[in-house]
């Protein structure tokens, strides 16, 4: 149940709250009074969208809570998202700024929007003209059957199955392109593969050609030098070579080597540099000897370096690049080569998950069958309730073999409100005031399905008058027995069936407007039903009708 609504900076409302009772609660007031004020403040509660225009001029931001009393699933629902109760009360708070930021929060934890929705749609219905509007849209029919037959889990399951099995297609698709196309890829790759295996690539090699190709292209070069520094170092015929003049020095020295730590340093310095050059100038001439220009490796080395030249300009930068692109290359084709083994694995795979989805479509329409024979009694039933003793109401449901994402099925209401008219769709026969009939009717049979404590109605008389306002007043009052029932009217029939009333007012002066809500005492409800009553200044004898009206002698 919803005990308080505070609303502080929206449009022309200041700070108001307002203390709700149990039973049917009536707001009425003067057009533009600010009732369709409360209705917005109520649905940022409920997590619709927030706008920033809402909030009052000059005001930094806007702001609305609920308190509600709750128990059962919304307890339980709130406690697996971690939020705590105390004794069962929930306190629901939306903010929203004028830049058009909006946070929403529960007993203080801050939730998401869709969080909001969830746990408000468990504690509030509420219906406005807009609702009426669903039921001249025949799709929308079959969410007021399935809410009837309690279909909210099955129905899951199914639109699961079919997302999946719609997945399961989209990869078959995209699996099965065009032949040709296919054909033509696998024929490049095929040739990418064998261009770039051919080639024997192997890591590292381009920087090894390039050395190799350096020392061929400078062969005399090197050789001569290294030949040059042999005879410099080791082997020299006319001047003495520095191993020679190493091994003199050595030789002089080894005698008083031991006399000092001095001279046995040097002694073995010059020592280790006299075997450093013998074994540096056999190096040398072992190089030189293999240094000798060969044209034909020469052209070896260029038509393979131009190779990989000619590779890594169509596959990529670096021979790892080139490997790399051979790699994926292979995946490709393979992927390609068993696709049709995998299309024949979807396939089998989709047919396995219809066969699953026929079953839960076959039960949905099952429920919906059952559900459609009660629902359509207990709103025909209500309809003559209602001021429409005449007329009949039936819910069609057709199953079809297609699938969408509500089943098999197609369902719509049918209405005949004259005697021996045939059964036509609602769309095409009922008025505004009927259609408001309708969907209390649907609203009144709803209500024993749910656990919703709370039912807001926002102008369910649009364009009913009379005795049908009695009727509907009558009806109001009886779903009030077992919930908490808010009605915004202009009828004085309907806010005479209310066991409380509150008066919307706006106070206009030079600088604002303000909105406040007062509840009346019977003296307050006796005026106010007769100014809706002459819609004016009441007169006399409105009073005298109003007091008729609330059973006040």
């Given at each position: 149940m919803l005990n308080s609504l505070s609303i502080k900076n929206i449009a022309v409302i200041d700070n108001?709250?307002?203390n709700l009772k149990k039973g049917f609660n009536i707001l009425t007031g003067e057009t533009g009074a600010g009732k369709s004020i409360i209705i917005?403040?109520?649905?940022m509660i409920l997590g619709m969208r927030a706008d920033r225009e809402l909030v009052r001029h000059g005001a930094e931001h806007a702001f609305v809570q609920a308190v509600f009393d709750a128990d059962g699933r919304v307890i339980e629902f709130l406690l697996d998202n971690d939020i705590d109760t105390e004794d069962g009360q929930i306190i629901i708070t939306r903010r929203i700024t004028s830049d058009g930021k909006s946070t929403a929060k529960i007993n203080g934890c801050a939730v998401t929007l869709g969080m909001?929705?969830?746990?408000?749609?468990?504690?509030?219905?509420?219906?406005?003209?807009?609702?009426?509007?669903a039921l001249l849209n025949p799709s929308k029919h079959i969410l007021f059957l399935d809410e009837y037959a309690e279909n909210e889990t099955i129905l899951?399951?199914?639109?699961?199955k079919y997302r999946h099995i719609n997945n399961l297609k989209a990869e078959l698709s995209a699996n099965s392109a065009d032949e040709q196309e296919k054909l033509r890829r696998m024929d490049l790759l095929k040739y990418q593969i064998n261009e770039i295996t051919s080639a024997k690539l192997v890591s590292g090699e381009e920087e090894e050609l390039k050395n190799r190709r350096e020392i061929l292209e400078n062969a005399e070069k090197i050789s001569s030098a290294a030949n040059e520094?042999?005879?410099?170092l080791y082997d020299g015929d006319e001047l003495r070579c520095a191993y020679d003049g190493l091994s003199i020095a050595v030789n002089a020295l080894s005698p008083i080597s031991d006399l000092n730590d001095d001279l046995q340093n040097i002694y073995n310095?010059?020592?280790e540099a006299m075997y450093s050059i013998e074994d540096n100038a056999h190096e040398l001439k072992n190089f030189a000897e293999t240094v000798e220009y060969d044209e034909a490796e020469l052209n070896e080395i260029e038509d393979r370096l131009e190779l990989l030249q000619k590779l890594k300009r169509k596959y990529g930068n670096t021979v790892e690049d080139i490997l790399a692109f051979c790699e994926n290359a292979q995946k490709e084709l393979e992927t390609i080569l068993i696709s049709d083994e995998k299309a024949e694995e979807l396939t089998e795979e989709i047919e396995k998950e219809e066969k699953k989805l026929k079953a839960l479509a076959q039960k949905l329409s099952k429920t919906r069958l059952d559900a459609a024979k009660i629902l359509q009694d207990k709103i025909e039933n209500s309809l003559h309730?209602?001021?429409?003793?005449k007329a009949k109401f039936s819910i069609s449901v057709l199953t079809n073999e297609d699938f969408s994402s509500n089943g098999c099925d197609e369902v719509e209401f049918l209405i005949s409100t004259n005697p021996g008219e045939d059964l036509k769709p609602l769309v095409k026969i009922a008025s505004g005031g009927e259609l408001s009939r309708v969907m209390l009717a649907i609203k009144s049979a709803l209500a024993g399905k749910d656990d919703v404590e709370t039912l807001i109605f926002d102008e369910i008389d649009t364009g009913v008058s009379g005795n049908a306002a009695l009727k509907i007043a009558k009806k109001l009052k009886q779903l009030a027995c077992g919930k908490q029932v808010l009605c915004i009217t202009?009828?004085?029939?309907?806010a005479a069936a209310g066991d409380t009333h509150f008066l919307i007012t706006k106070n206009v002066d030079d600088n604002s407007a303000t909105v406040s809500v007062t509840e009346l005492d019977s003296e307050g409800r006796i005026t106010e039903l007769s100014r809706i009553i002459d819609g004016g200044k009441p007169s006399a004898s409105a009073r005298e009708y109003a007091k008729e009206m609330l059973g006040i002698v």
């Open positions: 108001l709250e307002i917005d403040s109520i649905n909001l929705r969830d746990t408000a749609d468990m504690l509030v219905n509420i219906h406005g003209q807009h609702d009426n509007q899951s399951e199914y639109k699961a520094a042999y005879t410099q310095s010059l020592s309730e209602l001021n429409m003793e202009h009828l004085p029939q309907i």
